[in-house]
């Protein structure tokens, strides 16, 4: 097998193509030759900053964004029908969507019931539910892959509060459990990043990000490149890897 595989003729959805990585992801992607479908939350001004997105890809016109309420199960199951009607496959499914409110962990009662089924909605059930809505195209390419994005607050438990680090707790476990299960047409790989420079957690500034920086063995926080480059790595460089989570946090586990 030749390295790195081309992704000329191949088709990839980003869920969440919207935010900081997802669009970072789908310019690389674009750039790489392949088609890049977005998704982004139903209304006026997603839809204005979905357009923003696909401008700045290569070759605008041959990518697509669709409005989707990934928390329903219908709504990605109306996508895929919708995606095999218009492009005839699929062969990357990215889950880049997600959702945090930062809460101090000793703050059990500021944890409310409402705001862990919120994260946990968003944040596992809907990447569970559209790996399951997407199964059968990405089977149908013989060599599909999905990427995931799950977090070092996985295994350090030190992240923007309690039930998102259990979240993606459960993103690395439905990782290695789908990568048995939909192999060997389908690959499933997790990209496990630390601090990104992005406004995904509310309130984080500058100081917050140079402390971390500090504190980090390659002495910055992450870019949203160095996640979108360890996606498209999972579909170019890394065929031969199903079921890992891959850290890319500049040693801040460490």
């Given at each position: 097998?030749?390295?790195?595989?081309s992704?000329v003729?191949?088709?990839?959805?980003?869920?969440?193509?919207?935010?900081?990585?997802?669009a970072?992801t789908?310019r690389?992607f674009a750039?790489?030759?392949?088609t890049?479908?977005?998704?982004?939350?139903?209304?006026?001004?997603?839809?204005?900053?979905?357009?923003?997105?696909?401008?700045?890809?290569?070759?605008?016109?041959?990518h697509?964004?669709?409005?989707?309420?990934i928390?329903?199960?219908?709504?990605?199951?109306?996508?895929a029908?919708?995606?095999?009607?218009?492009?005839?496959?699929?062969?990357?499914?990215v889950?880049?969507?997600?959702?945090t409110?930062?809460?101090?962990?000793?703050?059990l009662?500021?944890?409310?019931?409402?705001?862990?089924?919120?994260?946990?909605?968003v944040n596992?059930r809907?990447?569970?539910?559209?790996?399951?809505?997407?199964?059968?195209?990405?089977?149908?390419?013989?060599?599909?892959?999905?990427v995931s994005?799950?977090?070092?607050?996985?295994f350090?438990?030190?992240g923007?509060n309690?039930?998102?680090?259990a979240?993606?707790?459960?993103?690395?476990?439905?990782?290695?459990a789908?990568?048995?299960v939909?192999?060997?047409e389908?690959r499933?790989?997790a990209?496990?990043?630390?601090?990104?420079d992005?406004?995904?957690?509310p309130g984080?500034?500058?100081?917050f990000?140079?402390?971390?920086?500090?504190?980090?063995?390659?002495?910055?926080?992450?870019?949203?490149?160095?996640?979108?480059?360890?996606?498209?790595?999972?579909?170019t460089?890394?065929?031969f890897?199903?079921g890992h989570i891959?850290?890319?946090?500049?040693g801040?586990?460490?």
């Amino acid at each position: 097998m030749a390295y790195p595989r081309s992704l000329v003729g191949k088709t990839v959805l980003v869920i969440g193509g919207n935010g900081a990585i997802g669009a970072a992801t789908g310019r690389l992607f674009a750039e790489a030759g392949a088609t890049v479908l977005i998704t982004h939350t139903p209304g006026e001004q997603s839809a204005a900053r979905a357009d923003a997105v696909l401008s700045s890809f290569a070759n605008p016109e041959r990518h697509a964004r669709y409005a989707a309420d990934i928390t329903e199960s219908i709504a990605l199951g109306s996508l895929a029908s919708t995606i095999e009607q218009k492009f005839g496959r699929l062969d990357v499914l990215v889950n880049a969507a997600g959702f945090t409110k930062p809460i101090p962990h000793r703050d059990l009662d500021a944890l409310t019931d409402e705001l862990i089924d919120e994260i946990f909605k968003v944040n596992w059930r809907s990447q569970f539910a559209a790996i399951r809505a997407f199964a059968p195209l990405l089977k149908k390419s013989g060599d599909g892959l999905v990427v995931s994005i799950s977090s070092i607050a996985a295994f350090t438990g030190i992240g923007s509060n309690i039930a998102y680090c259990a979240a993606k707790a459960g993103i690395d476990v439905m990782t290695k459990a789908l990568a048995r299960v939909l192999a060997p047409e389908v690959r499933v790989l997790a990209i496990s990043p630390g601090v990104v420079d992005t406004q995904f957690v509310p309130g984080r500034g500058s100081d917050f990000n140079e402390k971390v920086a500090a504190s980090t063995p390659l002495g910055r926080i992450g870019e949203v490149d160095d996640i979108a480059a360890a996606i498209l790595a999972s579909a170019t460089l890394l065929g031969f890897s199903t079921g890992h989570i891959i850290q890319v946090d500049g040693g801040r586990a460490l």
